[in-house]
């Protein structure tokens, strides 16, 4: 079919009915959209540049910058290798090479990578601008949807967080596949259409968050793109001229027969047949990565967990209208949610989706935007459970564009036209703006580091058992030992039969020379769970320096039936052959350790103490001042390497 804009002619796989196009934007126009751009970069930018000298949180940034040897080795054949495989129980290696070239071009330091964050957010506001002002030859419209988008601070969490770059780049390419669709769907051309599906199979790449995308496009042919509709049903322009652009071209009877033209349902469906493919391959790929260790059906059978769902998709709305107590972790409530509360969540949803439904010939725009929330939102929504959170902030990343789109449409329809719609309805969306903007650049300031961002959300969701224990953890980075007890202690009378929490306890009162009550401790997480490698080891590391070398051994050899790869049990075994005076076997069992980690200090100490043994001072002082410089207060580094300082004099006869 042949379709003319401009005077000229344009074959492509399009559609077969024409698709009403926007006019062709004016000088003024595209002045105003280039404009917009920068004004949403720039509020990005306003907002978020604090981030760029936040830390890598203790939070799963360890295996996405600041402790994955594979990312800090940058960009490399190996890396892309690794990449291809599953990790973390997702497969996103798109994610995984950005990763890398933050490494090559950043080092470790994690500004680089919290800089690529915030220019991808930048970049999907204007992604998001650019598709919908060419959907719907709206630029103010348009760019207030693309600003509450990157100003909300629900969406703090996706950009300020590390870990959370597989969220931003994937919805940067399906963004970028979204316009591309819309510039396909007005005006024809495959390298449109193929452009959109490789996006689209990138953003799946980088995270399988988009797999409802193809539905969206369906939503979007329905209005404002007007490809679903009955020819009847479309302006008098686009039904009035043919192919060849003269009026009363149409014949009666396909006057007659407009009412109904099946092939204007079917071929958008069959068109998205590549895309759905995608979505089928990938979702597929992600439950079995998932099914390796992240998902956590089991302990919430279904009727649990759709209750969960309803509830959650009320609270996004609340938390949407109102963002304040925004947590990094929201407990799973489980079996305590009331009947009362489902029901009202119930009952909202019912409500909104009728009255879109009602009322979706007057306001096509409400139905759309409704129904991208509630469509996008399904993959994390809880029906599938990955991982023990309730929600997360993080989810509404991409859904909320459809709720932005319906209410920014709404208000503009419902005010009256003149002063109120000119000058009021602009002004107080400024003002919303400001407010959002504003509440965001305070969210993120709680991103800075691990113990201000987990103290937040320990006012925010008391009773939090899962915050407890990553608090302590961070208390610990932070040589804070006594404070790293007492969140640990409390983790524990909220979550008692995790194995995990008491061997965090044990090695913290490890560190104050409580060994006796480590020890419990550790006894109590193996009793909780016998293939516990980490109170094996701890269990080994009290019985050595007891001098009960035997049975230390005896823990160490059940460590490794259970895990022959965990660094931390070479660490114990190269400790345990230093005290027995076996340094050369000390020093293998060292470096097989660091060949699985090479930031497990423990190991370089045992190295360092091996290469004492072996009378090779120099190699052991190098060893010992490269952990005094990276930890400048461990006064057992720092005695360690007095004492192989005296012993080199002793040798060297000074």
Known sequence: MQRRRAGKVSSSPAPSLPVPLPPAPSSRERSARLFSCVLLVAATLAVYSQAWSFS????????????????????????????LGIHDCNWIPLTWLSLMLDSNISGTSPAGYHVTNVILHAANAVFLFMALAYATGSTARSAFVAALFALHPLHVESVAWVAERKDVLSIFFGLASLWAYV???????????????????????????????????????????????????????????????????????????AGFNRRAF????????????????FSAIALFAQSRGGAMTAPFPFSVRWQNAICAYLTYLEKAAYPVDLAVYYPYRGYDIRWTSLALAALVLLGITAATVVLIRRYPFLFV??????????PMIGFVQIG??????????????????????????????????????????????????????SQ??????????????QSCTPDNSVVHEFLGSALMGEHSVDEAVTEYQAAIRLAGTYAPLHS?????????????????????????DPQSVEALNGIARILIDRGQFGEARHQLDRALEIDADNPLTYASLASLSVRMGDFAKGLAEAEHGLALNPHLHACDLAAAQALRGLGRFDDAIRRLEYLEKIAPDDALVRQELMLTLAQKRAASGK
């Not at 203790?58 to 295996?63: I, L």
């Not at 993080?394 to 003149?418: C, D, N, Q, S």
């Open 183 to 257: 510039r396909y769907a007005q005006l024809g051309k495959t390298w449109r259409y193929v452009g959109s599906l490789l996006l689209f199979v990138c953003s799946l790449l980088s995270k399988p968050t988009l797999v409802t995308l193809p539905f969206v496009f369906l939503l979007l042919d329905y209005w404002p793109l007007g490809r679903l509709k009955p020819v009847a049903g479309r302006s008098a322009a686009s039904t009035a001229r043919g192919p060849d652009n003269r009026r009363g071209s149409r014949s009666s009877a396909e006057t007659a027969t």
């Open 388 to 441: 023990t959170q309730q929600m997360a902030d993080r989810y509404t990343y991409f859904p909320l564009i459809g709720v932005f789109l319906g209410l920014v449409w709404l208000a503009t329809e419902l005010a009256p036209a003149g002063f109120l719609r000119r000058r009021v309805l602009p002004l107080a969306g400024l003002a919303w703006l400001g407010l959002l903007a504003s509440i965001a650049f």
């Open 369 to 378: 935007g409704w129904f991208w929330y509630l469509g996008t939102l399904v």
């Open 266 to 281: 079917l071929d958008p469906l069959i068109e998205k047949s590549p895309f759905l493919a995608a979505t089928a391959a």
């Open 56 to 83: 890598f949180l203790n939070v799963d940034d360890s295996v996405y910058g600041s402790q994955n040897p594979h990312i800090e080795a940058g960009l490399s054949l190996e890396g892309l290798r690794w990449s």
């Open 504 to 528: 965090d306890l044990a090695a913290a009162y490890e560190l104050l020379s409580r060994t006796d009550e480590a020890l419990a401790e550790y006894r109590t997480a193996l009793s909780l």
């Open 444 to 457: 993120a300031s709680y991103w800075h580091d691990s113990v201000t961002l987990l103290r937040h959300a």
